[in-house]
């Protein structure tokens, strides 16, 4: 373990550590801890000196615990992942993935998991706001051997798997914005991105990406530029410990993408159905710069999303269009 990772974990507690008793438990001097420390803040840290006293975090830090997810997800599951990563900092899980060389066909998935990401990506090159520890970053790579039809509406399958373990946890009422976001009371509390690497031979791989948001500290959650909410907010003190729901949701999504495979879609309709947020609801979307306004008529049975306008149904497969209710 590096000096950092070790500060972190002496850090982790939130309790106050004087200056001297870090140097001494490090092996490094003052000077060197202060360094680390701003190097922390650099992550999106929150630790407050006190003067005579010592340093401390603004909260304790809840670190990820790759044991606990090998745990969650038993040895059936274990036995088709290549390994379970848990990074301190990472620039972005997904990008991670997408570029890692691919896995035997035995071992079709791989989970990588960080505290935090200096470049989180949602769509279309826009950015994911992802503090040390405030929310999971959790990407699930998975690889079919022959790419499943309908591979698209997996983003929503996965929504699907999220929202139900999010309501198991104790979340009512959780909602889903087509194609990726995870919606509650009309705030957003997380989001998926999915990506897709094409093989020879009708292989292919993908990466689903979900960041859901824990307990957001102030100072970067001001960034996120539309409205949004932390299970903190949602569940108060009955919320999940971070590392046990980032292992739930690794099951669910190892779950999810199994399901997929066997059944397709179809299986995860009705769940998203009862989840939509749009449907029914005037929506404005942009396509290519080219903005529409009409009523959103639900999904399709493939995933594809339904919407009138000026009396004409159509059907929006891809992601590449950006929607935002208006009624
Ligand atoms: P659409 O794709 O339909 O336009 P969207 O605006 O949610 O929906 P996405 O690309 O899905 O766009 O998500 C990225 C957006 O999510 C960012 O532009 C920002 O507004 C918001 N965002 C960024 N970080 C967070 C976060 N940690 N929690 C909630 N929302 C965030
Ligand atoms: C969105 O709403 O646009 C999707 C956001 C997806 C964020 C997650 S965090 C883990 C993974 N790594 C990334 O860079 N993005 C996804």
Avoid at 12 to 41: I, Y
Avoid at 54 to 76: F, H
Wanted: proline fraction near 4%; charge should be neutral.
């Amino acid at each position: 373990m590096n000096t950092q990772d070790q500060l972190l974990e002496l850090l982790a507690d939130g309790k106050v550590h004087s200056g001297e008793a870090l140097a001494r438990a490090l092996g490094v001097s003052r000077a060197a801890v202060w360094k680390h420390l701003q190097q922390l803040g650099t992550l999106g840290l929150e630790i407050t000196a006190r003067h005579g006293q010592g340093y401390k975090l603004s909260s304790p830090l809840e670190l990820l615990d790759a044991e606990l997810i090998r745990e969650q997800l038993g040895k059936a599951l274990c036995r088709q992942i290549a390994a379970i990563e848990v990074h301190r900092s990472i620039d972005s899980t997904n990008s991670y993935l997408m570029e890692a060389p691919a896995d035997a066909p035995a071992t079709p998935g791989r989970l990588c998991l960080a505290e935090y990401q200096s470049a989180g990506r949602g769509r279309r090159g826009r950015r994911w706001q992802s503090p040390f520890g405030a929310s999971v970053y959790l990407s699930l790579r998975w690889r079919f051997g022959e790419t499943p039809s309908q591979l698209p509406a997996l983003a929503l399958a996965a929504g699907v798997a999220v929202a139900d373990t999010l309501e198991a946890a104790g979340v009512e009422a959780v909602g889903l914005k087509w194609p990726n976001d995870i919606y509650w009371r009309g705030r957003k509390l997380g989001g998926i991105l999915l990506e897709m690497r094409g093989e020879a031979g009708g292989a292919s791989e993908v990466v689903i990406g979900l960041g859901l948001n824990v307990s957001m500290p102030p100072g970067v959650a001001r960034e996120i530029d539309q409205p949004w909410v932390d299970l903190a907010e949602v569940l108060g003190s009955n919320r999940p410990a971070r590392p046990a729901l980032a292992a739930a949701l690794s099951r669910a999504l190892c779950q999810a993408v199994l399901r997929f495979t066997d059944e397709g879609f179809e299986a995860f309709v009705a769940g998203y159905e009862r989840r939509d947020v749009l449907a029914g609801h005037e929506v404005r979307l942009e396509q290519g710069g080219k903005i529409l306004q009409g009523k959103a008529l639900g999904i399709d049975t493939d995933g594809a999303l339904k919407i009138r306008i000026n009396g004409e149904v159509r059907r929006y497969v891809s992601g590449d269009v950006s929607l935002r209710r208006v009624s």
